[in-house]
């Protein structure tokens, strides 16, 4: 991938792999269904659910079911980074990463591109727009 750019191929793969993986959520307590698709520096992709539990706060959000999928199959590490994420709600409802995994994708993609869908439109940014002044070491 050319830095900061997807070609539109790559990008409607991206989602509709997360289209796909929202039809799998389990989220039986907010109702709200959401998808994630990572592209990786080594062109895999990896897709994740939200995981809803009855103790609330032990909710997994979509994009970091996609992220610790991709650590545990070995397709992110130190070395791979998350070139994009998409990340979509099942029925377009706006949906951005929130605050706790746009942190967790900058520990595996500072230059990520984020795809996501906001009322009604399609965009992409940049996670260090979504997260400025990170926090890491
Ligand atoms: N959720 C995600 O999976 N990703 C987001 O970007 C925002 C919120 C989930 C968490 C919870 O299961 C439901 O959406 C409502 O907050």
């Known amino acids: 991938m050319v830095k900061n750019k997807l070609t539109p191929e790559i990008a409607k793969f991206l989602w509709d792999a ?3 993986a929202a039809t799998l959520a389990y ?3 907010s109702g709200f ?22 103790s609330y706060g032990l909710t997994n959000c979509a994009e970091r079911t996609a992220i610790f999928r991709a650590i545990a199959e070995q397709k992110l590490s130190r070395g791979v980074a998350i070139d994009a994420l998409a990340v979509v709600h099942r029925d377009h409802q706006s ?16 230059d990520a591109l984020v795809l996501y869908e906001y009322e009604g ?3 992409q940014t940049s996670l260090s727009a979504l997260l400025p002044e990170s926090f890491h070491f």
């Open 121 to 123: 439109i399609r965009r």
């Open 27 to 29: 989220a039986p307590y």
């Open 33 to 54: 269904h959401v998808g994630a698709a990572l592209l990786t520096s080594e062109g895999e992709i990896v897709t994740g659910c939200n995981v809803e539990n009855a």
């Open 95 to 110: 949906c951005t990463p929130c605050g706790a995994c746009r942190q967790v994708i900058h520990e595996f993609g500072p």
């Open 18 to 20: 997360a289209e796909a």
